[in-house]
Nanobody
Framework: EVQLVESGGGLVQAGGSLRLSCAAS????????IGWFRQAPGKEREEVSC???????YYAASVKGRFTISSDSAGNRRYLQMNSLKPEDTAVYYC?????????????????WGQGTQVTVSS
């Protein structure tokens, strides 16, 4: 079965850090663009970060300078390092993928989604 599996969410105080992990099951990331999205209660899902096949990255303005997307050396996992967390970062975070590694794109371009992991930042 082809799927994405996220891990690493949790409860952290404002100013703290978390690292989310996204692993592929049943396929590899070789040709894929990987994105991180989040959805806070009562809000629409938004794209937080994305990385393409050539290593290009995108960050939403609200997280730029605080969040970093990266890969492990084998290319089997994608990480979202989140530093200087704020209460407004509280959301369910999703890893997503699409198989055109040339661009990040919009939410509608992503056709494979993980189950989500909760991140809660207390003030």
């Amino acid at each position: 079965e082809v799927q994405l599996v996220e891990s690493g969410g949790g409860l952290v105080q404002a100013g703290g850090s978390l690292r989310l992990s996204c692993a592929a099951s049943g396929f590899t990331f070789d040709d894929h663009t990987i994105g991180w999205f989040r959805q806070a209660p009562g809000k629409e899902r938004e794209e937080v970060s994305c990385t393409t096949l050539d290593g290009s990255t995108y960050y939403a303005a609200s997280v730029k300078g605080r969040f970093t997307i990266s890969s492990d050396s084998a290319g089997n996992r994608r990480y979202l390092q989140m530093n200087s967390l704020k209460p407004e970062d509280t959301a369910v975070y999703y890893c997503a993928a699409h198989d055109d590694g040339r661009f990040c794109g919009e939410e509608v371009d992503f056709d494979l989604w993980g189950q989500g992991t909760q991140v809660t930042v207390s003030s």
